[in-house]
C-alpha cells in the first residue's frame, strides 16, 4: 500500500549542530505537511508544501518539498532545547475521499 | 476560536470491556479524524468522518468504530478491549477534505489492565 517512509527515528545532537529529517513516499503526493509533537503533548500544525520543488522557512527551520513530490525534508538550523520533539511528515494524496499518510516521526533529543 | 477537545483525557479499562471516547472538533470543521498513537508505532489513522459519514478506514479490526453526529461532534467505540490497546487516542479536525491541516486535539490516553 501507499506509505510515507521518514527517516531517522531518532536523533540526538548537541545544542547548536544541526538537525535534518527526510520523508520518502512511494508515491506522487499533492502535499506535504509537517507537524511537531513536544513530549507529552499532541501533533502540531508547522508548515504545508504544495508545489513541486518548493522550499519554506520558518525562523531556523527550512521545509523542502521533492521536484517529483514524492520526497521531502525539514533541516533545522543550530538546534536548541525548545527544539525537542518528534517531527512528523505527512502526505497528502488525491483521490474520491483523499488520504493522509503519516511517517512514523523523527525523535530529537538535544543536549545542552 | 476554540480547539479540538477529547474527553476523557485518561481512561483506565479492564480487558474485555468496552469504551467511548467523544472530540469536538473546531467550530466549522467538517472532516474529523481519530489516530491511534504508541510508543514506537506512531500515529496509526483508525478513520475519518465527514458529514456523519466515514469516508477513510485504516487497518484496525472491527472492534474500533465511530460515529459523527450533526455537528460534527464524533465518537469512537472500542469493543472488547484488548492490553494492546492501550494508547493515547487523538482526534483530528479539519475543515474539509483529509488533506487539509490537521488540528489535534490533547488526546485521550487509555490504559488497559
Known amino acids: 500500500g501507499q506509505q510515507v517512509m521518514q527517516i531517522p527515528q531518532y536523533q540526538h545532537v548537541q545544542e547548536g549542530e544541526d538537525f535534518t529529517t527526510y520523508c520518502n513516499s512511494s508515491?506522487?503526493?499533492?502535499?506535504i505537511q509537517w507537524y511537531k509533537q513536544r513530549p507529552g503533548g499532541h501533533p502540531v500544525f508547522l508548515i504545508q508544501l504544495v508545489k513541486s520543488g518548493e522550499v519554506k522557512k520558518q525562523k531556523r527551520l527550512t521545509f523542502q518539498f521533492g521536484e517529483a513530490k514524492k520526497n521531502s525534508s525539514l533541516h533545522i538550523t543550530a538546534t536548541q532545547t525548545t527544539d525537542v520533539g518528534t517531527y512528523f511528515c505527512?502526505?497528502?494524496?488525491?483521490?474520491?475521499?483523499?488520504?493522509?499518510?503519516f511517517g512514523q516521526g523523527t525523535t530529537l533529543q538535544v543536549k545542552p | 476560536k476554540a480547539g479540538v477537545t477529547q474527553t476523557p483525557r485518561y481512561l483506565i479499562k479492564t480487558r474485555g470491556q468496552q469504551v467511548t471516547l467523544s472530540c469536538s472538533p473546531i467550530?466549522?470543521?467538517?472532516?474529523v479524524s481519530w489516530y491511534q498513537q504508541t510508543p514506537g508505532q506512531g500515529l496509526q489513522f483508525l478513520f475519518e468522518?465527514?458529514?456523519?459519514?466515514?469516508?477513510n478506514k485504516g487497518n484496525f479490526p472491527g472492534r474500533f468504530s465511530g460515529r459523527q453526529f450533526s455537528n460534527s461532534r464524533s465518537e469512537m467505540n472500542v469493543s472488547t478491549l484488548e492490553l494492546g490497546d492501550s494508547a493515547l487516542y487523538l482526534c483530528?479536525?479539519?475543515?474539509?477534505?483529509?488533506?487539509?491541516?490537521?488540528?489535534f486535539g490533547p488526546g485521550t490516553r487509555l490504559t488497559v489492565l
Open positions: 505527512a502526505g497528502g494524496v488525491s483521490g474520491n475521499t483523499g488520504k493522509l499518510i
Open positions: 483530528a479536525s479539519s475543515k474539509g477534505t483529509i488533506t487539509d491541516t490537521q488540528y
Open positions: 467550530s466549522g470543521h467538517r472532516s
Open positions: 508515491t506522487t503526493l499533492s502535499n
Open positions: 468522518y465527514f458529514s456523519e459519514t466515514q469516508r
